[in-house]
């Protein structure tokens, strides 16, 4: 029975291996075939634009605050008790009108006497001369009624001085602060009342290193945008320059003046100034997103075209060329050294390329890249 058996296995690996030999010939043939013919990777798409050379506004970028053209706390200039207030805090108001009015009455009392003292010292006055040109009066007598008619007027223009110095009005025209007051509160000498300032036009002032000083003149026109105005960019121009450098960081204090119709501009604010210059800049600039970044140094990927000696077909190859690069703006970096103008750079995905590989450029997904990019999202 196990011998019966054992013949059995045989005879079924004996047809195994008579079926199975030629396929194994065949395969071994194919694996051959496969392996003399080299593997050639398809080419890899890309996206790829041309340095082009431009030219770009000459800027130079600061941080500036905003101040105002005229801005100052209304104070109390003499102590007293408050009868009347006559303004809305954050309001508008004209030079000379009536924001605060003091308790007056004890003044205007004494200025009734005072005024009556001084007509009757203008009476005497008046006898005083038709005296004397009669020779009936001394000179000592003249001269003391002018002396008591000018004390007296002195007396009654003091009076209306204090009475004048607790009226307090606006010393200019502008926007009012918050009322820091309440009626009836009684004043001490320098108590602030509120705030008042003027914010159109309203100055910005920034500081800028010292080489850049013999590039600023008055009259140079400046950009400014603030968060407090998303998307808004304020012109002005160059109004001030210091007389003097700061010694201990070498900068320069500049003022600039702009227009503020809509008052979105306050007093403290922070803002983004850029200076812009004269003259233009000419750059050869690529996207940004055609640099390789790396410590070593910066790099981008250019497309060369090179004929296969074997096909003759034109194909278009990676070559990577180290840059050195300047300013951005925009979507664009300016290249100062390593390309010329009209060579073409690989704009997307140059992380995963390397020199050497064969593209194939379709830019139909490709993004326009543009110098002042306002996203959707933004």
């Known amino acids: 029975m196990i011998k019966k058996t054992l013949q059995f296995i045989l005879g079924l690996l004996g047809f195994a291996l008579l079926i199975a030999g030629p396929l194994l010939l065949i395969k071994r043939s194919q694996f051959k075939a496969m392996a003399a013919v080299p593997m050639v990777m398809p080419p890899t798409t890309v996206t790829a634009a041309p340095a082009s050379p ?26 007293g008790k408050i009868v009347k207030i006559a303004f809305e805090a954050g309001g508008v108001v004209k030079a000379g009108d009536l924001l605060v009015q003091l308790d007056t009455s004890t003044e205007e009392a004494q200025l009734r006497a005072a005024e009556a003292t001084a007509s009757l010292g203008k009476a005497n006055l008046e006898r005083a001369k038709e005296l004397r040109q009669s020779n009936t009066n001394s000179l000592a007598e003249f001269d003391a ?42 004043l001490r000498e320098g108590d602030a009342l509120t705030t008042l300032q003027t914010l159109d036009p309203i100055y910005v002032n920034f500081s800028l290193p010292q080489q850049r000083v ?62 812009v210059l004269p003259a233009a800049l000419e750059v050869i600039a690529i996207p940004a997103t055609s640099v390789s970044y790396a410590p070593y140094g910066d790099s981008v990927f250019v497309v060369d075209e090179k004929r296969d000696d074997k096909t003759g077909q034109v194909e278009q190859v990676l070559r990577q060329q180290f840059v050195r690069l300047g300013a951005t703006r925009g979507d664009f970096v300016d290249v100062v050294d390593g390309l010329k103008p009209g060579q073409l750079v690989v704009t997307s995905g140059v992380f995963k390329l390397r020199a050497g590989m064969h593209v194939v450029i379709d830019n139909k997904l490709a993004p326009p890249a543009k110098l002042a990019p306002k996203p959707s999202n933004a």
Do not use: C, H, Y
């Open 54 to 79: 431009q030219k770009w506004e000459n800027m130079i970028a600061a941080t500036g605050s905003l101040v105002p053209v005229q801005g100052v706390t209304v104070a109390a200039e003499m102590p």
């Open 145 to 186: 009624a002018d002396a008591q008619s000018k004390q007296a007027a002195a007396q009654a223009d003091m009076l209306r001085a204090v009475i004048a110095k607790k009226t307090v009005r606006a010393p200019f025209a502008g926007r009012l602060g918050l009322r820091l007051v309440n009626l009836g509160q009684i």
């Open 214 to 275: 013999a590039q600023l003149t008055v009259g140079t026109k400046v950009r400014v945008t603030t968060d407090a105005a998303p998307g808004q960019i304020f012109d002005g121009e160059i109004t001030a320059l210091n007389s003097e450098v700061d010694v201990a960081t070498r900068n320069m204090r500049v003022q600039a003046t702009l227009q503020n119709r809509e008052e979105k501009l306050r007093a403290g604010m922070f803002a983004n100034v850029e200076v």
